[in-house]
Each structure stands twice: as structure tokens, then as C-alpha cells.
């Protein structure tokens, strides 16, 4: 059973709000408090939700229209609407932002969202994804910038998924409409299960504090599972019928990514009949998918609204190498006695080679239009390194 707490999810963006949209249609989501934000009126009024709880951002400017894949528009017309985006996320013990990155209002406008749940002390997890490869470079770009310079480490927790791994397990043929649908299926059906078991695991809680602990400030890659199986087989064989039909889940990529991940969140759900016995059995299955050393999280609730049915949900995380090595150069920062290069190679083994610090420009976001800040000829929003056209040392020149 559902507690007082009240759990929102924010769809920002079209793709959030058609997300949004099945979840107000699914009967098993109605504990949950669902709101929609967008600057394109069409793509707010797919999402289905009453005008108390969208908010169609930036009308007297854009009038509706949308921001045209605009990242800066996007940030504006959502920026101006804060004091309304606290109204939305009132009482709110929990978050959920949904959202599709890549063009303006969601890349733009999740850094208001999550200044304002800040602002509001909301635990916040962001679940988006990246768009096609075939949708461009440009648009590829957007959507890493926004998880790199706007998400990680300032969110609680970031799940990003990959749009292309569609493409691993679709058939070719396979209208573009058609997947698009079923990524949205799959994703709506991953975000009830996070938010259920998150905050209401009455068998197994997963504890928030593991999802910032493994997400948070680091750049990683995730995949999603579901499986769902009904009463009408046998417990043993309804555990293993969900197991199969997670691995075979459009947006998972293949039962290899539970294999090959650094990380793996198991939520499963269920109804009254649901048994500690069966439940085990279910997520050891699960279990045996992964490697020994692979960091699991695991979470199970029951419900009412689940009775006859289990759900069986998977989210993979794999850690990218950079977002690793930052890791690392951040914790050789702490002081530590001098040695000369030659010295530090010589008692640790190793070549000295640096790890070379990742300089590069930051958006100036809304303030892209504004007026330059210059001495001289220099414009001094530009870095000093790049203004000057410096070679930043490695740390091998001269060396040895």
C-alpha cells in the first residue's frame, strides 16, 4: 500500500510528455503525481493531463510554438516560469524527471527544473535519453553537454539511456513510428517501477542513497529491462517467464548488457500474492545474469493494483572510462609529499604519465546573446589557455 508520501513525476520536453501520457492511462500509476511541462502546446496536450498540472512554458513569447530545437530558447521560456514549476512540485517528497535530450525545451529547461527541486530540498532522480545517431552529430552533442555541464553532480542521480540501442534488437523493417512507441512503453513501465520500489519497498527498499552513491558525478551509460508475466502459470515458471522477457526488451539491448555491466538495479513488483519465497527465487534468477563483481541494488513491493501480475525491471549502468579517470584525478588531488618525476615512477611502478586535465570552453547558456566582457582586444569569457592558443603539458614533454 502507498504511504503519504507523495511521489511526482515531471515529464519536461515532447517525449516527457508523451511519457507522461501512458503513465495517466495505466491504472497502476494512479498513486503517483503526474505534471508536464513543455513550449509546444501540441506536445503538452498529448500528454493527457488536466491544465492544473501542465504548464505550457513561455506562451506570451512563443505562443505555443515550441523553441525549434533551440537549447538557449528552451532554457529561457522555462527559466520564466519558476514561480509556477514550485507550484507543480509543491508537497512533493520525491522526483522523478522524464525527458528526452537533444533538442530545446528538455536540454534547455532540466537545469530549471532541478534548480527549483533544490530550491524545494526534493530528492530528484532524472531518467532521459539520448537521441538516434541518425538524428546528427548536433543533436548527439546537446544531450551529452546537458548530462556532462547541467546533471552530474548537481542532480542526485541520472539515468541516461541510449536511443539506439533499439537498433540491436529490432528487425530492420520495423516502422520508425512503431519504435518510438515502444521505447515510450518500455520507459513508463521503468519509471513506475523505480518510483514504486524506491519509496515503497515493503519486501525489499532499495535505498535512494545507493542510487546517488553509484549515479551521482559520474558520466555512465544505462539500459533498461522489463518483463512481465501474469498468474495463470505456475510461480516458478511465471518468474522465469518475466526473466525472459526482460532479456528480450527493446531498450535493454540485449541479454548481454546485464553480462557486461559495471552496475544493475533489480525492482520487482508484484501483488498481495506475491511470497518472500517467490520473490527470491525471481531475483536470484535475475542474479545469476551478472557477473560476481557487478554492483547490485535490489528492491520488491507489493500491491493491491498489482494483484495477478509480477513485474520484473532491470536498469544496467556501465561506466564510461573518463568519467573514471576524472574519479581519479580528483583523489590524487589531497596533498602528499614532493617527489621528482623520476622518484614518483620509480616507487610506484608506473611510467608518470598525468592524466590531462579536461579544458574546454562552458556554454554561457541564456547569457550566449549578451554583451562581450572584454581588456583590450581579449574577450575574457573565452579561457586564458584558449585565447592564447597554450599546449597544456601532459606531463611527457622532457621527460626521460
Known sequence: MMDERKITVLGI???GCRIVGILKNNPLASPLHLVAIDSDAAGLESSGLDENFRLLAGERWRNGRGCGGSVIDGQRVVAHERSRIEKLLDGASFLLVVGGLGRGTASGGMSVVLSVARKLEIPTLFVVTLPFTLEGHSRRKI???TVKNELLGLADAVICLPNDLLFSVLEP???LSNAFKLADQELSR????LTMVLLHGNLLAADFGSFITLLKKKKSFCSIGVGVASDEMEPEKRGEAAMERLLQSPLLGGADKLGDADAVIFTLLGGPELSLGESRH???LAARQVK???QLIVGAATGEEWANQIQLSAVTVKFDAESEAAELLRSSSAPHPRRTRA????????DGDQLTLPLEPVSKGIMERGPQVKWGNEEL???TFKRRNITVDNGKTGVE
Open 292 to 294: 560476481p563483481d557487478t
Open 381 to 383: 569569457d573565452v579561457p
Open 173 to 175: 523493417t520495423t516502422p
Open 190 to 193: 521503468t519509471v513506475l517501477a
Open 13 to 15: 520536453g515532447g517525449s
Open 143 to 145: 544531450a551529452e553537454d
Open 282 to 284: 525471481i531475483l536470484e
Open 343 to 350: 622518484g614518483f615512477a620509480g616507487a610506484h611502478g608506473v
